[in-house]
Structure formats: structure tokens, C-alpha cells
């Protein structure tokens, strides 16, 4: 999907009162560019603070950062995140 269009949902969403999904959609785009560009520390600065102001990362979320981790080659990485997920009853 090109940005303008995941502008247009964005927009969408807010105006719907649907917020909660803007900020899910925004966090799995941005934290997806930077799994692709191999900057899993930002990444991961990025998941955490959508944990601690208090927004449930879905299954979506919680598969980039394993994919991402694994093709790196982090495995025990992935496999820490497959755990957490696991916790929280996503996978």
C-alpha cells in the first residue's frame, strides 16, 4: 500500500473515533519499516512504549518483530517475543 493510502485510513479512523485502531495501524507500519531496514533497537524502543501506554500489540504486530528477528538470524530473540506473545494470548 502506497502512505498516502495508509494516510487516508488513518484519517478515517480517527475521525470515526476509532483511535485506538489509528494508533495500532501507525505503530505496525512504522515499526515494520524499521524491521525491514534491520533497526530492530528502535524498533523495539517503539513496541515497548505501545505496551507501556497501554495498547495490546495484536498478532500482526507481535509476527513482524519474530519474522524480522529470525530472518537477522536473533532467534532467541524471536523466540523471547514468541513467549511474550504467547502470554498474552495472541499466539
Same mark, same amino acid.
Given at each position: 500500500?502506497?502512505?498516502?493510502?495508509?494516510?487516508?485510513? &488513518? $484519517? @478515517? #479512523?480517527? !475521525?470515526?473515533?476509532?483511535?485506538?485502531? %489509528?494508533?495500532? =495501524? *501507525?505503530?505496525?507500519?512504522? &515499526? $515494520? @519499516? #524499521?524491521? !525491514?531496514?534491520?533497526?530492530?533497537?528502535? %524498533?523495539?524502543? =517503539? *513496541?515497548?512504549?505501545?505496551?507501556?501506554? @497501554? #495498547?495490546?500489540?495484536?498478532?500482526?504486530?507481535?509476527?513482524?518483530?519474530?519474522?524480522?528477528?529470525?530472518?537477522?538470524?536473533?532467534?532467541?530473540?524471536?523466540?523471547?517475543?514468541?513467549?511474550?506473545?504467547?502470554?498474552?494470548?495472541?499466539?
Amino acid at each position: 500500500m502506497r502512505c498516502d493510502t495508509f494516510n487516508v485510513l &488513518i $484519517d @478515517g #479512523l480517527c !475521525k470515526n473515533g476509532m483511535t485506538e485502531a %489509528a494508533l495500532n =495501524l *501507525f505503530e505496525e507500519m512504522t &515499526i $515494520d @519499516g #524499521l524491521v !525491514k531496514a534491520n533497526r530492530f533497537s528502535e %524498533a523495539e524502543v =517503539l *513496541f515497548q512504549k505501545v505496551l507501556e501506554v @497501554g #495498547l495490546e500489540p495484536d498478532i500482526i504486530l507481535y509476527t513482524i518483530m519474530m519474522r524480522g528477528l529470525s530472518d537477522a538470524g536473533r532467534m532467541n530473540d524471536a523466540m523471547n517475543r514468541e513467549r511474550h506473545s504467547s502470554r498474552h494470548s495472541m499466539l
